[in-house]
């Protein structure tokens, strides 16, 4: 295990509606980075916290937004979901923001009806 | 652009047989690799990197990969495989002198089956 939690688990959501979801990165990690991996294909970067500011941005519309709190714990954010936006969002947790290694959590699995 | 290739969606061995899972890589500065492997309904898994150095690269598990710059490649590889190294398997990679992220560019994915 990598210490890196994200919740919740699963979630379903209606088309239109908000979601939040959240990432505790592991101990001594001050850089969390957040991916989307539709089914059948490979992670994709969202964006990067660096000490609770957005480091780098990936090719995602305004919409999708994130937040790093002062413990390093990061919150994703999407409004006026979409079906594509169906897909597994994983965090990831670094100790800086050109990391050797990022470590990832298991993800959370949304559902856009 | 960079962009990484997995040009095997799924490649199949029998247990106790050598292993070779395939990537390429494009990128325009010199690259970070990685493999990266994923089991079913979880997160990705740290296998192993290759930063500098030495070109052959032992990680996690047995698993070996060699980095070639010549043929941009980055082959994940173990000598005996076993029934539970089935998985879905990412290779990914970073610019290191052009990106200030730790953006990942990560290949499709090769679902490796082994078979008992």
């Known amino acids: 295990e990598t210490g890196v939690t994200q919740s919740p688990t699963h979630l379903i959501k209606t088309r239109g509606q908000q979601v939040t979801l959240r990432c505790s990165s592991q101990s001594g990690h001050n850089t969390v980075s957040w991916y989307q991996q539709a089914l059948g294909q490979g992670p994709q970067f969202i964006f990067q916290y660096y000490r609770e500011e957005e480091n780098g941005r990936g090719n995602f519309p305004p919409r999708f937004s994130g937040l790093q709190f002062p413990n390093y714990s990061s919150e994703l954010n999407v409004n006026a979901l979409e079906l594509d936006d169906s897909a597994l969002y994983l965090c990831?947790?670094?100790?800086?923001?050109?990391?050797?290694?990022?470590?990832f959590g298991p993800g959370t699995r949304l559902t856009v009806l | 652009a960079q962009s990484v290739a997995q040009p095997e969606d799924q490649v199949n061995v029998a247990e106790g047989n050598p292993l070779t899972v395939k990537c390429t890589y494009s990128?325009?500065?010199?690259?970070?690799l990685f493999w990266y492997v994923q089991y079913p309904n979880r997160g990705l898994q740290f296998l192993l990197k290759?930063?500098?150095?030495?070109?052959l690269v032992k990680g996690s598990y047995g698993f070996e990969a060699e980095f070639n710059k010549s043929q941009t490649s980055f082959h994940l590889k173990k000598p005996s495989a076993l029934v539970s190294d089935s998985a879905l398997y990412f290779c990914a990679v970073r610019d290191k002198s052009t990106s200030n992220t730790g953006k990942l560019i990560f290949g499709q994915g090769t679902t490796l089956q082994v078979k008992p």
């Open positions: 990831a947790s670094s100790l800086d923001v050109s990391p050797d290694t990022q470590y």
């Open positions: 990128v325009s500065g010199n690259p970070y």
């Open positions: 290759y930063i500098t150095g030495d070109n």
